[in-house]
T-cell receptor, first 113, second 115 residues
């Protein structure tokens, strides 16, 4: 049972434009959300996170938006760069789940020059 | 900081053989996680340890899978006997502290192929 869903397996964006990656979750107990970035043959690396008490968190070119009522979050990358081409995983967790992160299946982003 | 170290990077074995994957977490990290990545299921949690104690192994698919953490700097994931459907990339990750919202640090994974 997938509690975190990324319904777009892939996304292609031109360099300089905005990339928007979406994520939906079903468990209302989730109260912390993270985005990870993964290059081929490497492990995922932490990118940005947001607590459920916020609706936006920004770090440089990366912004995560959270809509709790819709159980939806999105990652915006502005401006997109070719080096951003990677697989992006959305993850969620809750205090009640202890230590575990629940991941989506990932969205493969391709930024073209 | 050497990061999380996993070995081997690639493992090819025949069905029925025993496979052992190894992980060295980042020094000072006291939580360790094993994840498996497949196309169908994405990244799924198999088991995690806190202070070397298994906390939740409900993600371990079958009794053929077992994991140990004999000390703070080493963990193994064993599959015996292995089956073709076990083919996947297995990631180990670690985290410092008991903070549920702390990011995980992943190793580069072991790509397992069972023929």
């Amino acid at each position: 049972d997938q509690q975190v869903k990324q319904n777009s397996p892939s996304l292609s964006v031109q360099e300089g434009r905005i990339s928007i990656l979406n994520c939906d979750y079903t468990n209302s107990m989730f109260d912390y959300f993270l985005w990870y970035k993964k290059y081929p043959a490497e492990g995922p690396t932490f990118l940005i996170s947001i607590s459920s008490i916020k609706d936006k968190n920004e770090d440089g070119r990366f912004t995560v938006f959270l809509n709790k009522s819709a159980k939806h979050l999105s990652l915006h990358i502005v401006p997109s760069q070719p080096g951003d081409s990677a697989v992006y995983f959305c993850a969620a967790t809750s205090r009640s789940s202890g230590y575990a992160l629940n991941f989506g299946k990932g969205t493969s982003l391709l930024v073209t020059p | 900081d050497a990061g999380v170290i996993q070995s081997p990077r690639h493992e090819v074995t025949e069905m029925g053989q025993e496979v052992t994957l190894r992980c060295k977490p980042i020094s000072g990290h006291n939580s360790l996680f094993w994840y498996r990545q497949t196309m169908m299921r994405g990244l799924e949690l198999l088991i995690y340890f806190n202070n070397n104690v298994p906390i939740d192994d409900s993600g371990m698919p079958e009794d053929r899978f077992s994991a140990k953490m004999p000390n703070a700097s080493f963990s193994t994931l064993k599959i015996q006997p292995s089956e073709p459907r076990d083919s996947a990339v297995y990631f180990c990750a670690s985290r410092k502290g008991d903070y549920y919202n702390s990011p995980l640090h992943f190793g580069n994974g072991t790509r397992l192929t069972v023929t």
